[in-house]
């Protein structure tokens, strides 16, 4: 028997994941509270499909609930996937919050799949890891081997995640049955574009979608426009975590993402060509824009086929419709 636990399992790439593993695993149980409204979403997503919710915080999660998952006979695979992620706006507002709730929430979660006696553990982690002095040009490719030690991330954000992984290596004493994704700038749906967390691109539609009916438009876009973002269809990662589960032994550290990046100006152009109307793009140079760029070093995003500019914006194009039919 093989069962399949996902923390935050009600998000994107959750719920992406746990709807592409109906056919592979004999359960399924998602652990997630459902702070960020998404339950709605992934439910309709899996329809008729029989999966368990936990609806607890994996920080709190029921001596009853934690019966349950022990009682599983055969292979656990854990897939730890909830944090409190946002945008660069609310997480250089919140720097200390973003710390604390994400390295309680990681060690709560790797306990728990030790506690399960769980067979592969996957952590999806983040290209913020990255040492901040290689993410300063829309040219600079990132590398595990080069760049993630000595350790300098420029958020509390990337600290957090990279501890995370060091409390997972360490509580499994560097065991060939866990791993880390480092994820590039995830994009897809279901999203969050209604809240302060809301990420760039969801971010970006709901301001589009929002403006007054007076023309020229105005949109509105954080920063200078040139900083960039290395961006990744939520349905390859979910690829990438399948695949890396298909394998005897996991490698210890990979990284998911496009070896180039797309321009915060660029993603606001795709947009404005899904339009009608007059449009003019403002750039608010008071706002920060986080790291300028960064990628995938070559060959170094194994885990699943190269992904092109074409990918890109057909997701980009998926998400403004996706937001445009569900915004009142």
Request: charged residues 25%; aromatic residues 8%.
């Amino acid at each position: 028997m093989k069962h399949l636990v996902v923390t935050g399992g009600l998000g994107m790439l959750g719920s992406n994941l746990v709807n592409a593993s109906f056919s592979r695993f004999d359960s399924i149980t998602v652990i997630d509270s459902n702070i960020r409204g998404m339950k709605d979403y992934a439910i309709n997503l899996w329809g008729e499909n029989k999966y368990d919710l936990i609806e607890e915080d994996v920080r709190e999660i029921s001596k009853d609930n934690v019966d349950k998952l022990l009682s599983k006979h055969g292979d656990i695979y854990f897939v730890h996937l909830a944090d409190v992620v946002a945008g660069i706006g609310y997480v250089f507002n919140n720097q200390f919050s973003i710390l604390e709730e994400n390295t309680s929430i990681d060690i709560a979660a790797f306990k728990l799949s030790k506690m399960i006696d769980a067979s592969k553990v996957l952590y999806a982690s983040t290209a913020c890891v990255f040492n901040q002095a290689s993410q300063r040009s829309l040219d600079a490719k990132v590398s595990i081997s080069k760049d993630l030690f000595p350790a300098n991330p420029e958020s509390t954000y990337g600290w957090a995640k990279l501890f995370g992984e060091l409390a997972l290596f360490n509580l499994y004493d560097e065991a060939d049955n866990v791993g880390v994704i480092y994820f590039h700038n995830l994009i897809g749906t279901p999203c969050d574009f209604w809240s302060e967390r809301s990420q760039m691109l969801p971010s970006i539609v709901n301001r589009l979608l929002s403006l007054p009916d007076d023309e020229p438009k105005v949109l509105t876009v954080w920063g200078s426009g040139k900083q960039g973002r290395a961006l990744v269809p939520v349905q390859l990662a979910v690829e990438s975590i399948l695949n890396t589960l298909s394998l005897e032994k996991i490698q210890k550290r990979n990284q998911v993402g496009p070896e180039f990046c797309t321009s915060i100006r660029e993603v606001a152009e795709i947009l404005l060509s899904k339009t009608d109307g007059k449009y003019v793009l403002d750039f608010d140079l008071t706002k920060p824009e986080g790291d300028i760029g960064r990628s995938v070093a070559a060959g170094e995003s194994r885990l699943v086929a190269k992904i092109t500019m074409d990918d890109i914006r057909q997701v980009i194009g998926d998400v403004y419709l996706w937001v445009k039919e569900r915004k009142v």
